[in-house]
């Protein structure tokens, strides 16, 4: 447990780095410096946290990340957020306008806390969609309109973040309730 903490401390650090790097645009000794601070602040703010989902038996090899699957992952979601973009663009810039929000309510099948995360925040990311509630295997999102919430609600955006974790994760959304107008709030 101690080598696998001290590996994904170490990706998390560089992955933290060259994020830094890419937005910063800046590699002179003070940005630098900034980075190499701001990097170990976070490290020391999320090095609690970390120890304590260990401590509660979250980590097994079963559940370990796929560093090569998350390698396809990234290009992905980033693609699927241009798609979302443009979507999203068409319908506000739209003579009529047409948004229809709704509130989706779904059970997913994701087996540990970091790809109920994951998840989460990718549907955020992606725009249209806000992960509003994650409560055990339920999660509550807003959904702009309806094409943003199909790559949820047919699994794919879910089925993509279980392949992080496993190679044929199977169905990973059930229990679907879409709630469209307010009354049914």
Not at 40 to 48: K, R
Not at 79 to 91: E, G, K, P, T
Not at 116 to 141: A, C, D, H, M, R
Request: hydrophobic share 50%.
């Amino acid at each position: 447990m101690n080598r696998t903490f001290s590996r994904n401390t170490i990706i998390q650090a560089v992955l933290l780095m060259a994020f830094w790097l890419i937005l910063s645009g800046h590699y002179d000794l003070l940005h630098v410096s900034f980075g190499i601070f701001s990097v170990i602040l976070v490290l020391l703010i999320n090095h609690p946290i970390r120890k304590h989902l260990f401590a509660l038996g979250e980590h097994s090899s079963a559940l370990k990340l796929s560093l090569v699957r998350l390698l396809y992952y990234v290009p992905w979601l980033l693609w699927q957020i241009v798609i979302a973009s443009l979507q999203v663009a068409y319908v506000v810039l739209h003579p009529k306008c047409p948004i229809d929000p709704a509130l989706l309510r779904f059970k997913t099948r994701l087996r540990n806390t970091s790809s109920k995360v994951i998840l989460g925040n990718s549907i955020t990311l992606t725009p249209g969609t806000i992960t509003l509630e994650i409560e055990q295997e339920e999660f509550v999102v807003h959904s702009l309109m309806d094409i943003s919430s199909t790559g949820i609600l047919d699994g794919t955006l879910p089925g993509e973040v279980a392949k992080l974790y496993e190679r044929s994760p199977g169905q990973v959304v059930g229990d679907v309730t879409v709630i469209r107008t307010e009354a049914d709030l």
